[in-house]
């Protein structure tokens, strides 16, 4: 099978935690990544933008350090850090990125902690910033910025919900006017903590995005589920990101939540294989989805279509060079590169990749062949066996 990357999610962590690994379940961890490393493989680690505060002085330097240079989201008033409740045990503060005490700060907790696990690069998770709770432990006060007069149909019809309180304080200013910046401003110092970290040419995705994260950022489609409908909508949310100037982009592939069968994780694979980002991941307790799980055959169909991939792989390093010095999207509608066709303007289950590769997956269940759309240009066909 063909790897290039290993994924270190959450539960690499002691109890979630931070810049922090579980030296029992995970014992060993460093050296088998530099064992990764040794085969030509990299690896990427997850930090979630929330700290616990509820450790004794003394034991966990990274909040101990935050606490002493004032890097937290705050209360209203400006002083008292905002608390929440995400992963780690007891309560969770979030660190201020538009502040740029807390670069300062995050690059240095970076590079220590690359000291002891050798990462190539860093995915940030959860950086809205979620919150467990509405608001904070404590809620919210009772103002126009908590509950503004007019707001838009929203999930949990409070704009705390999910997330802190509109009035918390940020560098920038209210949480209220900078919500949408929080990835965003994440991205860029995450980004600069790669470089100072590994030395290399950083590689950052995040959850969390806004018109800009592209120049810092990959993005994946968040917690998708193991369905028909999210291995279609992923078309459409590859597109979309294009759009908003954010082309490394991906779902993952056979399904985050539930369990993903032969027929629909192999026609996941074989779309995801042509995603600009391309990484199969599943939550923890769900069936194992990776290609050698489902047998040979499965293993075999999906190595075809990678090594597809690995041949357009000058093709596709070239449009992204593109996209960097120009802002052209590399995963196009048909609409983009055909606009005087009106027929090409409402398919969504086709795309492109520049201007001259054509894609039409299998999105559907039970089906074995695709009536696929070839505006008026000179095709070749190319089909995965």
């Not at 919150?131 to 904070?136: K, Y």
């Not at 949990?156 to 802190?164: H, M």
């Not at 800009?212 to 589920?225: C, E, F, M, T």
């Not at 694979?269 to 055959?297: C, T, V, W």
Request: charged share 20%; hydrophobic share 35%.
């Amino acid at each position: 099978m063909m790897q290039d990357v290993q994924y270190g999610d959450i539960d690499y962590m002691d109890e979630q935690r931070d810049f922090t690994y579980d030296t029992n379940k995970y014992n060993g961890l460093p050296d088998y990544v530099k064992q990764l490393q040794a085969g030509g493989k990299h690896y990427v680690i997850i930090l979630d933008p929330c700290l616990t505060e509820d450790d004794p002085l003394g034991t966990y330097p990274p909040y101990d350090e935050g606490a002493s240079m004032n890097v937290y989201v705050t209360k209203s008033d400006g002083v008292t850090p905002i608390s929440g409740k995400v992963w780690p045990p007891g309560q969770s503060v979030f660190p201020d990125f538009t502040n740029p005490d807390t670069a300062t700060w995050w690059t240095d907790q970076c590079k220590s902690f690359h000291d002891v696990i050798n990462f190539d690069g860093l995915w940030i998770d959860m950086n809205e910033p979620a919150n467990f709770v509405t608001g904070s432990t404590e809620g919210c006060e009772d103002n126009t910025l908590n509950f503004p007069p007019y707001k838009p149909k929203i999930w949990g019809d409070i704009l705390a919900d999910k997330s802190v309180c509109p009035d918390a304080r940020h560098k920038l200013g209210n949480h209220y006017d900078v919500h949408n910046l929080y990835g965003w401003s994440q991205s860029n110092v995450t980004m600069q903590s790669a470089i100072a970290s590994t030395g290399k040419r950083p590689f950052v995705i995040s959850r969390s995005t806004f018109p800009g994260s592209g120049q810092w950022s990959a993005h994946w489609l968040g917690d998708n589920n193991a369905a028909w409908h999210d291995l279609k909508m992923s078309v459409i949310g590859m597109l979309e990101f294009n759009f908003f100037g954010i082309p490394y982009v991906g779902a993952d592939i056979c399904g985050f939540n539930g369990d993903s069968g032969d027929e629909l994780c192999s026609r996941w694979m074989e779309l995801g294989a042509f995603y600009p980002f391309s990484r199969n991941h599943n939550g923890i307790g769900y069936k194992e989805q990776d290609p050698a799980n489902f047998g040979d055959a499965f293993a075999q169909r999906s190595r075809d279509v990678l090594r597809i991939r690995y041949t357009l792989l000058p093709y596709l390093y070239t449009l992204f060079y593109e996209a960097h010095t120009t802002g052209v999207g590399i995963v196009r509608p048909l609409s983009f590169e055909f606009v005087q066709d009106k027929a090409t303007h409402s398919i969504d289950e086709q795309f492109m990749w520049g201007p001259g590769l054509l894609f039409s997956p299998v999105l559907y269940q039970g089906m074995t062949s695709v009536d696929a759309y070839l505006p008026d240009a000179r095709w070749y066909g190319t089909f995965p066996k």
